[in-house]
């Protein structure tokens, strides 16, 4: 009778390996999770993002069209809305964001080139429910006659939050588009 190896089991490994492959899975799951649920939290950032981008254009589209708003006789306030309406139904796909501010502004003053939005500039701003907070940009200052068009801004600040839960982080960002102004020629 062949004597066996005190190091040998029945399934033919050494002792104290086989529970080895359970205690590197064990040790592997947490970075293979955190890796699963980064990859989630950026893909759903990136598609916020676009969205963010896509409520903006809408935004500057409508303040571009609607500009001092003669012949129809819209003062500032009713303009803005209309814009701000456009901007909120637009984000309305946000997965995990919501917009907390939109910004209405003058893009070329002072020799802006970059338009980018600046409380420097004249604007006007409302909260995440269009409620106007900020008012300084007013609609007679939207001129539409080329070639001096106004170029209007519309700068959607809006705030993301993951949707995993792990390691809970909230952001604050915000999207811009700029466009000249231009009647609708119908």
């Known amino acids: 009778?062949?004597?066996?190896?005190?190091?040998?089991?029945?399934?033919?490994?050494?002792?104290?390996?086989?529970?080895?492959s359970v205690v590197e899975?064990?040790?592997?799951?947490?970075?293979?999770?955190?890796m699963l649920f980064g990859m989630l939290n950026i893909g759903v950032l990136i598609t916020?993002?676009?969205t963010a981008g896509y409520a903006a254009r809408q935004g500057a589209r409508l303040a571009a069209q609607l500009g001092s708003g003669s012949p129809s006789g819209l003062t500032t306030l009713q303009i803005d809305q209309n814009i701000c309406q456009a901007v909120l139904a637009s984000a309305a796909n946000?997965?995990?964001?919501?917009?907390?501010?939109?910004?209405i502004?003058?893009?070329d003053v002072g020799g802006s080139t970059t338009g980018t939005f600046s409380t420097a500039l004249p604007y006007n701003s409302y909260d995440g429910s269009c409620n106007q907070t900020h008012q300084?940009?007013?609609?007679?200052?939207?001129?539409?006659v080329p070639p001096n068009e106004t170029s209007i801004g519309v700068n959607v600040k809006w705030r993301y939050t993951t949707p995993t839960g792990y390691q809970a982080l909230s952001l604050t960002l915000s999207?811009?588009?700029?466009l000249k102004a231009a009647p609708v020629l119908g």
């Open 1 to 20: 009778m062949p004597a066996s190896s005190p190091r040998a089991t029945d399934a033919g490994r050494p002792r104290g390996q086989s529970g080895q």
């Open 25 to 34: 899975f064990a040790r592997a799951v947490p970075a293979l999770l955190t």
């Open 48 to 50: 916020d993002k676009v």
């Open 94 to 103: 946000f997965a995990y964001a919501a917009v907390s501010e939109v910004d």
């Open 105 to 107: 502004y003058q893009a």
């Open 136 to 144: 300084g940009f007013l609609n007679t200052a939207r001129n539409q």
């Open 175 to 178: 999207d811009y588009a700029v």
